[in-house]
């Protein structure tokens, strides 16, 4: 059971290309995120998909978007890569459609993609 | 708005010390509240959880005490390995902020 899995794991960009991140899980689960990790800060969320077809901001959306291809994949794009998006990306998933009312919904994390915009 | 603050690390004990990690919240209404756990060159795991208040969520030896009085929700363990060593992560959920987490606290656990 591979569980979230992200590609890649690392990547080198410079100011202005862009590039996708790609994310899948084999774990049947309705939502997935997209995080951003950065040096003295929490992670922060920046897209989720409460189930196929649905996407939505989190708390840093700027400079991203993302897909929900199906079920099982959830990619972030970078359409034009600046310094300030180098960070360590998670991705995570979770069985409960949507944000459960309760809040206690586990999420399940990918083991990250330290991208480098130079 | 809602946050997390959580003890600046890094934090280093002998094996077998006392731990604790501090976290407060600031939040409207009833949050639920989580440890989360990342050892090196992994994503994050869940660790423990409460949602609602003096709920003590315990896993592997850790514990915390949703406290409402107080907006706390500090991590505990009597005796730590070597193999705890890590970042740990204090996260709230909320349905108005979604979910926030603390900047983490590194723990360090010498032989």
Known sequence: NAG???????Q???TGQSMTLQCAQDMN?????????????GLRLIYYSASEGTTDKGEVPNGYNVSRLNKREFSLRLESAAPSQTSV????????VGWSIGGTDTQYFGPGTRLTVL | GNSVTQMEGPVTLSEEAFLTINCTYTATGYPSLFWYVQYPGEGLQLLLKATKADDKGSNKGFE???????TSFHLE????QVSDSAVYFCALYSSASKIIFGSGTRLSIRP
């Open chain 1, 12 to 14: 080198v960009l410079k």
């Open chain 2, 64 to 70: 915390a005490t949703y406290r409402k009085e107080t």
């Open chain 1, 29 to 41: 689960h309705n939502s997935m995120y997209w995080y951003r990790q950065d040096p003295g800060m």
């Open chain 2, 77 to 80: 363990k009597g005796s730590v």
């Open chain 1, 89 to 96: 990306y998670f991705c995570a998933s979770s069985e409960a």
């Open chain 1, 4 to 10: 979230v899995t992200q590609t890649p794991k690392f």
